[in-house]
């Protein structure tokens, strides 16, 4: 593993092969990432940190999903991998989104973990009052509340749940605060724009994004595959990781051949 840096913003870098950009989400970093690493043998998977989370600072000038997305754009640029395999959980989903329909020739694929289309207006309400939280009273409550009410029955009290809640715990509360704000005002990708082999992996008891709203993001995007894992919650990659890893192997050579 080596680290790819852009100004603030530091990256993590794996193996060698075909370019796979992994996004995290809001409260994560680029250890969300890390049960799906063995998948990815053969391939270059690039972690970036977005700025304001894990190890990059928050960049005053990259605001708002555009300037996220701006940023993972950079970054694939720095390391090399203008196009890649873009997988995204969560806000990270999101950002992958905006990346393929934006600018297509940078999506070889996507493959979207607890993917969102855009927060309801109860949801960016929540997301705002959230930001002021973390700004006022720091993250401890707010990981308190993500850990329980974001992953699904079965990893209640285990190393999921662990994991999330050290996750949002670590989170500077400015950056975690402004990434709140940009999903706050974020809103859907052009989905009709997106060409690129598509796979939507969702939980079933996802309580954040519904599954209900992954259906209708497959319906709008040509072609997109649905896999809903039965007892997982918000965050496939950990509460499934076994099967995480291997539908993502799968798509990736799916998308290769």
């Not at 969300?32 to 990815?40: G, I, K, N, W």
């Amino acid at each position: 593993m080596t680290d790819v840096r852009l100004g603030s913003l530091v990256a993590e870098r794996h193996g060698a092969g075909p370019a796979v950009v992994l996004v995290h989400g809001l409260g994560g970093s680029s250890g969300s990432f890390e049960l799906l690493m063995p998948a990815l043998d053969g391939y270059c998977a690039l972690r970036p940190d977005l700025p304001g989370a894990g190890r990059s600072a928050l960049r005053p000038g990259r605001r708002g999903l555009a300037g996220l997305a701006g940023a993972v754009r950079e970054c694939m640029r720095a390391a090399g991998a203008p196009r890649a395999h873009l997988v995204g959980h969560s806000m990270g989903a999101l950002i992958c989104q905006h990346i393929a329909a934006d600018a297509p020739e940078a999506a070889a694929s996507l493959t979207l973990f607890g993917a969102l289309l855009e927060p309801a207006p109860a949801a960016r309400a929540a997301l705002a009052e959230r930001a002021r939280e973390a700004r006022t009273t720091g993250m401890a409550g707010i990981a308190e509340a993500v850990s329980a009410g974001s992953l699904g029955p079965g990893s209640a009290g285990g190393a999921a749940c662990a994991f999330v809640r050290e996750s949002v715990l670590r989170q500077s509360p400015a950056g975690y605060a402004a990434h709140c704000e940009a999903l706050a005002a974020a809103h859907a990708a052009r989905h009709e724009a997106i060409r690129c082999p598509t796979l939507l992996v969702h939980g079933a008891g996802d309580a954040v994004a519904p599954l209900a709203a992954a259906k209708r993001l497959r319906d709008s995007i040509g072609g997109a595959r649905l896999e809903t894992l039965p007892g997982v919650g918000h965050w496939p990659m950990l509460e499934a990781p076994a099967r995480a890893a291997e539908l993502l192997r799968e798509h990736l050579t799916a998308a290769r051949d």
